[in-house]
């Protein structure tokens, strides 16, 4: 029968090679998988719903906060498990260089039940080179993060567990991150309080490095013919040829974004205002995300459930040439919206 001493020892097998950047991430499905069952082993009594499965979701002020068993099952969209895995394992590996007396203290907001990009991590670095908060709205979240954790016996790494909003809560001055990782989203940045929590938890430790680094949205035009083929992966076939006009870098969320948007007291977050190129009626225009974790750790269009483009269903200007204004909608339904200007105000 395998002990727990011999599970935090396959974890750590397992985590060695998901952050190793020399294995393509296509290739990992099977250790993400063989990770995500040593987690769930050690849950206690948490389970996945088999039915229900957005019970528990929780509507907040500033986005959807998923249910714990969502959360746990987007462990298993393995290529954006291995890179975020990647970009907190190589934050966490370039801080330690900078600061050499304490711990690099990551704060994990939205960590669910697993505590899912934490954990493994745990098992890389001592206690005195990461410590971790692990914070999540949920309290069914958090009492399984710390079944985790103490199961697998890795108690000494997490400095605190805390249930509160993460768009809303106080970070202690004592408990200051040098690493703000969040992780809740969807494609196109939308439901989920992904901008809210970056914003709000940037403002009270402006130096702290994000995780991920950036999210962009781009606007391009594209056959829809020639899209949403996702499962070339699977079947090991190249994907089609994409047929695309870009168009332009639509919204981002980073650093320097947030900090430019500390007087705005709206929920109106200003983005990009493009024109439509001329284009054949087979265009339609599409949103692309791409997540950039840390460093050169990217989820391109189609690596992930996050990265799926999103058709501006309706928004389709009848005229080349016609602009389109953007913003992002903050508070309960959070968003990016788009209009078409009328032909005075898209005038120069």
């Not at 229900?52 to 998923?66: F, K, P, Q, S, Y």
């Not at 080179?129 to 000494?156: H, M, W, Y």
């Not at 196109?188 to 402006?206: D, F, I, S, T, Y």
């Not at 009626?281 to 989820?299: A, E, S």
């Amino acid at each position: 029968m395998q002990t727990y001493a011999d599970r935090v020892a396959a974890l750590q097998q397992i985590a060695r090679q998901l952050t190793d950047a020399g294995r393509p991430a296509s290739t990992l499905r099977s250790a993400v998988l063989d990770m995500v069952a040593i987690l769930s082993q050690a849950a206690g009594p948490f389970t996945l719903r088999r039915e229900g499965i957005e019970r528990d979701e929780i509507h907040t002020a500033n986005g959807l906060a998923v249910s714990p068993t969502m959360a746990a099952m987007c462990a298993d969209d393995y290529l954006r498990t291995t890179l975020f895995l990647r970009g907190l394992h190589d934050a966490i590996d370039r801080m330690r260089h900078s600061i050499t007396q304490r711990p690099v203290h990551v704060l994990y907001a939205g960590c669910g039940p697993y505590a899912t990009l934490a954990v493994p991590l745990m098992t890389l670095f001592g206690a005195r080179e990461a410590c971790f908060t692990l914070l999540d709205l949920n309290p069914l979240s958090i009492d399984s993060a710390k079944s985790v954790v103490e199961t697998l016996g890795l108690a000494a790494h997490v400095t605190g567990y805390q249930v509160a909003d993460a768009a809303a809560c106080r970070i202690a001055p004592q408990h200051q991150p040098d690493i703000i990782l969040a992780e809740v989203m969807q494609n196109c940045l939308g439901k989920e309080p992904q901008v809210g929590v970056a914003r709000h938890l940037l403002r009270q430790a402006p130096d702290a490095r994000l995780v991920p680094e950036e999210i962009g949205i781009d606007l391009l035009l594209a056959d829809p013919s020639r899209e949403f083929d996702i499962d070339t992966l699977e079947r090991e076939e190249a994907p089609r040829a994409r047929d695309r006009i870009p168009v332009g870098r639509i919204f981002t969320l980073d650093r320097q974004q947030i900090a430019s948007w500390e007087e705005i007291t709206s929920k109106r977050l200003p983005a990009a205002t493009v024109a439509l190129p001329v284009a054949e009626r087979r265009y339609r225009p599409l949103l692309f995300t791409t997540i950039r974790t840390f460093g050169n750790h990217r989820l391109q269009d189609y690596d992930s459930g996050l990265t799926l483009p999103v058709p501006l269903e309706n928004l389709v200007a009848s005229n080349p040439g016609e602009r389109i204004r953007f913003h992002y909608q903050t508070g309960e339904d959070p968003r990016l919206v788009g209009e078409i200007l009328p032909q005075r105000e898209a005038s120069p």
